[in-house]
C-alpha cells in the first residue's frame, strides 16, 4: 500500500516553514554560520589550546596522555557541532538569506533534552511509545498490501492515522498539519484526511488555561477582563483562543493562550525525531538530495517560532506596518503589555466566515469585489512584502461587513527572500515564454532539485502540465488542477518541497478553495494575471524590469502584441481596485480610502523613465528596439500606434517628460561611465 512516497521510504517525515525577524531586517548578512552556532566549538577549541602538553606536578606523561584524550573529545565535538549546523546552512543557502541568530539548533534541542533529570528514562519511554504505536501502524499497512486490500481500505487507514497522531501529542498533530500539505512525501487521499486536523483539535481545560494567563499577566482575570468566555472559540494543536471584554477600555478582545507544560514535551520529539532521521540520512539523500535531518530541522525550526508567542506578535506588527496604507485589509491590533511568551492578546475581529456566502450576502457585500480584493492581498503578500500568511483556511479569514477582508492567527507565517521571489517570477516568464528547460532549472534554483541533478527527464512532464492546465484559456485554468498533476510528479521523482514553497502552494490553494465555495464560477486566474502584469510593468524593482524585458522579446522578436495584453491586463488591475464596490467609505479611513480609488490611472512614469535609460546606456536594449521597429523589413508604426491608444488617458505626458529631464544628468552620468568601462575593457 503506498501511503508514503516510495522514493522516500518515509524518510522525510516532516517538514514545514520558518519566519524569522531577522530575514526582514538583514537580507544581506554575509556569512550562513551564526554565532550562537560558532559558539561552542570555540568553546572548546579554546579549552584544547589551554591545556598544556606537559605538567609541573611531575605526572607529565599522564598529564599529556589526558591532554590528548581531552583534545580528541574536543575535536570530536567539534566535528560533531560543524556536522550539526550543516542542515541549517543548506536552509539558510536555498532561502537566499542567512539567520545570524535562531531559536532552533540541534545542539540547542540536544542540550535542553539531556540537562534535565531522568531524562534518560524519559527519553527511551517516549521512544519505546513512538516507535511501538508508528509500527504497530505500519505492519497494519503492510497486512493490508499482503493480502491485496490495501486500496479498498484506504479512508479508514487515514482516519485511523489521523486519530494516532492525535493520540501521540502536539507535535504530531503538528507534524500531521505538514503532512497534509507534502504531496512529495505522502497520499493525497492520506492528505485530505489530515487536512481536519488544521481545524479539528481538542481543547484542554478551562480553569488550566485561565491559570497560564493570570501568569503571564501577574494578575487577576478580573483586574484586566471584565468578561471572558466560558468556552474555547477554537483549538488548535499548540493553544486555544477565547474572547474577552477589556476592563479599563471596554474592547472586544481574543486571547490566545498555549498549551500547559508543551515546551519540554516538543524538545524532547524533536529531539527523538532527529535521532531517528539520522538513521534514514543514506536513503532520503539518495531520493531526495538532502539528508533526513534537514527535513526534522525545517519542522522543528518553525515549530519552536509558533512556540514562542513573541513572535506571533511581531508578525502582527509587521502584517499592520505592511497593509497601513491599504484600506482594504484588516489587520487585527496586538496588545503587547498583555501579551508574553504563551499569551497573546489581540483585538477581536468581528466578521462573516468565508463559508458562509449568504451572510456575506445579506450583508449587502459585493462578493466578486470581496473575492477581488482577497485575490490582491494574497498577492501583495506573496510577490511583494514576501511576508504571507501561511494558514489562510476559513477560520482565519473573514469578511469584514464594510467589505474589507480580514486576516487572524499569525503564527504560522513565512518569508520569501528577494531572490525567492525574483526566481518565482523568472519561473512564471519562463512559462509565458514556453521554455520548459529553464523552468526545471528554476526549480533547482529553488532548492525542489538537489545541485547538480539532471532535468532533463521534468521537462516533458512540465511542459504536459502546463499546457493541459491553460489549454482551455485563463476561464477554466484552476489551482488545485495543476497541483493536482504537480502532486502526481513530485510523488513519482526524487523532488522535495522546500518549507516555504509547501507554504506557497496550501496557500494559494486554500484561498482558490475559498473562492469557489463563495462564487463557485469566479476565475481565481482572471484576477491574478491583471496584478502580475501591473507589476511587471509598473514595479520600480530592476530585476523585475529585467524580467519584463525577457518576456517582450521571444527568439530575439519583440512581441508587441503581448505588450499590449499586459497593458490590457495591467488597467484592468488597476479598474478592479478602484471601482471595487467592497470598499464602502463609512467604516475606512476616509483620507486612505480616497488616495486608493484616486489611483484609476496606470502609472507608468518610472517605467518609462527607466526605460528612456536603458535606451541610452545599454547598447544590446537599444539595438533590440531599434530592431522591434524595424523588424521584417518595415515600419512598425501601427503597433506603436496601437500601444500608444491604450495608454492615451493613462500617462500624463508633462509629467512624464519633466520627470525624464530631471533624470537626464543621472542618465548622462551611467552612459559616460558606461562608455568609459567599454574604452578600459577593450585596452585590455
Not at 232 to 237: F, K, L, V, W, Y
Not at 649 to 670: H, K, L, M, S
Amino acid at each position: 500500500m503506498e501511503l508514503i512516497n516510495p522514493n522516500l521510504i518515509n524518510a522525510c517525515p516532516f517538514r514545514t516553514s520558518r519566519r524569522s525577524d531577522v530575514q526582514l531586517r538583514t537580507p544581506g548578512f554575509p556569512s550562513a554560520v551564526s554565532r550562537n552556532r560558532l559558539s561552542p566549538a570555540f568553546r572548546v577549541s579554546a579549552a584544547v589550546t589551554t591545556t598544556g602538553p606537559t605538567s609541573r606536578n611531575g605526572n607529565g606523561a599522564s598529564t599529556s596522555r589526558r591532554s590528548v584524550a581531552v583534545a580528541k573529545e574536543a575535536n570530536g565535538a567539534a566535528a560533531a557541532a560543524v556536522q550539526l549546523s550543516k542542515a541549517m546552512e543548506q536552509l539558510d543557502f536555498e532561502r537566499g538569506v542567512c539567520v545570524p541568530f535562531r531559536k532552533y539548533s540541534p545542539e540547542t534541542v540536544r542540550n535542553k533534552v539531556l540537562e534535565t533529570r531522568g531524562s534518560t528514562l524519559s527519553l527511551l519511554l517516549r521512544g519505546v511509545e513512538i516507535v511501538w504505536s508508528l509500527g504497530f501502524y505500519w505492519s497494519t499497512l503492510m497486512y493490508d498490501y499482503f493480502v491485496g486490500r490495501d486500496e479498498e481500505v484506504v479512508p479508514f487507514r487515514a482516519r485511523q492515522l489521523r486519530n494516532l497522531l492525535c493520540d501521540l501529542g502536539p507535535s504530531f498533530i503538528k507534524a500531521g498539519q505538514v503532512l497534509a500539505n507534502r504531496p512529495d512525501i505522502i497520499r493525497e487521499d492520506y492528505m485530505n484526511e489530515l487536512c481536519i486536523l488544521q481545524d479539528d483539535v481538542p481543547s484542554f481545560p478551562n480553569q488550566i488555561a485561565f491559570k497560564i494567563i493570570e501568569e503571564d499577566l501577574g494578575q487577576p482575570l478580573e483586574a484586566v477582563f471584565s468578561q471572558i468566555s466560558s468556552e474555547t472559540i477554537a483549538a488548535a494543536s499548540l493553544g486555544q483562543v477565547y474572547r474577552a471584554t477589556l476592563r479599563e477600555t471596554g474592547a472586544e478582545v481574543a486571547i490566545k493562550v498555549q498549551r500547559p507544560n508543551i515546551e519540554p514535551i516538543i524538545y524532547r520529539d524533536l529531539f527523538l525525531f532527529r535521532t531517528l532521521a539520522s538513521f534514514l540520512n543514506g536513503i532520503s539523500l539518495q531520493k531526495l538530495g538532502c539528508n533526513a535531518e534537514l527535513i526534522v530541522d525545517e519542522f522543528g525550526e518553525k515549530l519552536l517560532e509558533e512556540l514562542d508567542y513573541t513572535l506571533e506578535a511581531r508578525n502582527i506588527e509587521d502584517f499592520l506596518e505592511n497593509f497601513k496604507d491599504d484600506p482594504t485589509v484588516k489587520i487585527p491590533k496586538v496588545y503587547r503589555k498583555l501579551s508574553g511568551s504563551r499569551v497573546i492578546v489581540m483585538e477581536w475581529i468581528d466578521g462573516i466566515r468565508c463559508t458562509d456566502p449568504q451572510a456575506i450576502k445579506d450583508a449587502g457585500i459585493d462578493v466578486n469585489g470581496f473575492l477581488t480584493l482577497g485575490v490582491s492581498a494574497a498577492l501583495r503578500q506573496l510577490l511583494e512584502f514576501g511576508l504571507f500568511h501561511g494558514d489562510p483556511h476559513p477560520g482565519n479569514i473573514f469578511a469584514m461587513r464594510d467589505g474589507r477582508i480580514a486576516y487572524v492567527d499569525f503564527g504560522n507565517v513565512a518569508v520569501l527572500s528577494q531572490q525567492n521571489k525574483q526566481i518565482l517570477i523568472d519561473a512564471v516568464v519562463h512559462a509565458v515564454n514556453e521554455d520548459y528547460a529553464e523552468m526545471a532549472n528554476d526549480f533547482t534554483r529553488l532548492g525542489f532539485l538537489a545541485s547538480g541533478t539532471d532535468v532533463a527527464p521534468l521537462v516533458p512532464a512540465l511542459e504536459a502540465i502546463w499546457q493541459n492546465s491553460v489549454g482551455k484559456g485563463l476561464a477554466d485554468f484552476n489551482f488545485r488542477s495543476v497541483t493536482g498533476k504537480f502532486n502526481q510528479l513530485v510523488y513519482n521523482y526524487p523532488i522535495r518541497i522546500p518549507d516555504r514553497f509547501s507554504l506557497v502552494i496550501r496557500s494559494l490553494l486554500t484561498q482558490e478553495g475559498i473562492c469557489f465555495t463563495l462564487q463557485p464560477d469566479f476565475k481565481f486566474l482572471e484576477v491574478a494575471y491583471p496584478y502580475v502584469a501591473k507589476r511587471l510593468l509598473t514595479d520600480p524593482n530592476p530585476a523585475l524590469r529585467e524580467r519584463l524585458i525577457q518576456v517582450l522579446f521571444k527568439d530575439g522578436v519583440f512581441q508587441w502584441k503581448r505588450l499590449e495584453n499586459l497593458i490590457v491586463l495591467a488597467k484592468e488591475n488597476v479598474a478592479m481596485l478602484s471601482t471595487n464596490p467592497a470598499i464602502q467609505t463609512k467604516s475606512t479611513s476616509v483620507k486612505s480610502t480616497k488616495d486608493w480609488q484616486s489611483q484609476s490611472k496606470l502609472d507608468l512614469t518610472d517605467t518609462i523613465k527607466d526605460g528612456a535609460r536603458l535606451f541610452f546606456i545599454d547598447e544590446g536594449i537599444r539595438r533590440q528596439l531599434l530592431l522591434a521597429f524595424t523588424e521584417d523589413s518595415k515600419l512598425h508604426i501601427q503597433e506603436l500606434v496601437d500601444v500608444y491608444r491604450l495608454l492615451e488617458g493613462e500617462i500624463d505626458i508633462p509629467t512624464v517628460a519633466v520627470e525624464v529631464v530631471r533624470d537626464f544628468p543621472t542618465i548622462v552620468r551611467d552612459l559616460m561611465l558606461s562608455w568609459t568601462d567599454s574604452i578600459l575593457s577593450d585596452r585590455r
